[in-house]
């Protein structure tokens, strides 16, 4: 500390005192009599050091009281002692000193601090003192006991731990609180800077140096930092550290003094905050947040390449209606454990919102990317059990590639999910690719959507049913023995809408409720039109997947019924493998009912599903339509023929009635004769027929 000063102002701004004259602290010291050493101001330092030798801001009391005649030392030792021993709170004595080989008189007046071993002392060269002066000096020195007290307050009464490290000497001390807290043995201690690293867990004690570096150099008179330290109870509390300090007139750091933060409650808060912000709360996945984060970052680098899947469940919207939203949140978390298992080695999972995930991963060709998904889809092909319910779940999948299908995160979101909408009902659970002419194609779907909606709303304008012809033979006479009733859709503002186009914009935009009653209503009215005309005929209606998940439908099926005055056993309802295989207890709850109603349940499309012959097992099924996979050139197909034989026996055994689907040539129907089929369907009889003309081609056939 050679050549530094003592500083009126430090100790008043440190103690917080204003309103204290400078011209009464020219001259000033404070003495360390532990020590034995003073700290002097510069103008009293050109009193008491000598010229020759350098001046010093420092000296010890011995050669302070050289300076002073015999009779004043020993006045200045017994003021000391009455300071020591506190018997006095101050003291004011003129003394005489020996400078230059002449004696001056000045004027000492010395004060105890509050902390232990320091006294404050005041020096006035002109002994010309006024009565004002001496008021001020009182005030002065209340002022400063004040302060003191209310140092002490504060650092008894604050939560913080304060802190004070003189690197000069490397020691810190902590206010007594953080003794309680940091594994220390007492609030004072050395090797300071080795001690305080010490409580620091490691991972953080980069963060504690890095950020102490700009004020070891010099640059900066502040720290700050949070990191984290070890406790005397062995846990570990995150801590904020904030100080000032003071350097030398070359940069170089003396002390430092300030406070630490318990911020743990803080940082468990925002860890929250981030979790919400960052994580799916339901299935701990990343979120939508959490992509676009990640995604920004992994596509800095231009060279980067991999897909984007876009993964919804198929028909989740039926599980949250029948079983509600606690089993679906179990389906959720299903499904969220089979893609972590089953696409493995990815890039990150994530959930949007709903049943909508996101799995990013390396792969880039589609051949790479579908054989990666084989297992996940294998899996998923398979029925389980959850909380006592048998269902399946099913995926739909659409990939967006990057570069080539987008280099942002909402381009390669949105492109996944037009590719994902894009799928028909034909390619359902498959993984579907996004294309630019897609972009056309959604275009329209949007737009038919919002045509049929407007034509539902109008009392279902532009729609109207055909019907096709069944076919029944007896004795090899072929007679009418009902009809399907098919939906058609003409609207002069779409022109060239597919039936497949029609049915797959109705299910996914969840008009297919609304339109499939329409279709049960005016079937079951035009079935009693051919009964009053005196034709015993039955009516197929086909069902969707989530009308077989509409809990009113039965009841609305019965009332129909009873206002039309139709027995239910005139009616076949047809269901597909899709309509079946989201939850088989539900399908197999409505097939039940319609039997206990007294209608007729076909199994639809049969053969070209994974599970037909478990149906077949499992649900009370009074008909059988074989796909017309399977009746095309059957006459040239021994496999064919060999699995129509035995699904006919089989039907046969278990009462079910066999219905052979796209018989269009007279070859097919020799042949389904000739092996016994007893119902057919197809163009080789009809096409579907509007109201009028199948009511007039079954009053020609009597």
Known sequence: MNNEYFNIKDLTEKLQISNIPDELFSEAFLLD???????????MAEVFTDTDHGRKGHISLDELLNYFTAASRSVFLHDLALLKKRKQSKTDSHLDIIKDGTIANILIVMLPLETPGFILGIVHLNFDLTHEHNLQLEETIRQLRQAETVNQLILEGSTDYIYQLDLVNNVCTFSPKAVDVLPLESNTFSNAMDRLLGFIIPEDRSVFLDSFAPFLSGKSKYHRAEYRVKTKFDTVIWIRCQGKGIHDENGNPLMIAGSLIDITEQKAYEERLKNILYYDILTGLKNRNCFEKDMKKHLEDPSATGSVLCIDIHNFKIFNEIFGRDFANKILIEFTRIINLYISDNL?????????????IRENTQEQILEKLIPFQMYLSRERTLEGHVIFIRANIGVAMYPQNGRTSEELIQNANMALLMRSKSNSHQTVFFRSENLDSLNKKYILERVLRQDVADGMKNFHLVFQPVIEVENKTAKYHGAEALLRYQTPDLEGISQ??????????????????????????????????????????????????????????RKCCQDADLEPKWLVFELTETSLINNFEIADQFCRDLREMGAGVALDDFGT????????????????????EYIHQISKDSYNQLFLKCLYDLGSNLGVKICAEG??????????LEMGVPLMQGFYFNPPLESEEFRRQISMSR
């Open 500 to 557: 497949e186009e029609l049915i797959e914009t109705l299910e996914y935009s969840g008009l297919i409720l609304n339109v499939g009653r329409w279709v049960v209503k005016q079937s079951i009215r035009e079935c009693k039109n051919w009964h009053k005309m005196g034709f015993d005929l039955y009516m197929n209606i086909n069902i969707s997947a989530q009308q077989v998940s509409d809990k009113d439908l039965i009841s609305y099926i």
């Open 663 to 672: 018989v269009e040539t007279e070859e097919t129907y020799q042949k389904m």
């Open 609 to 628: 599903g994974y599970s037909s012959f478990t149906y077949l097992k499992k649900l009370t099924i009074s008909q059988i339509k074989i796909d017309r």
């Open 33 to 43: 009599y532990e020590k034995n050493t003073l700290l002097m101001s510069r103008s």
């Open 348 to 360: 990150g999972v994530y959930r949007l919102e709903g049943d909508e995930f996101l799995v990013h």
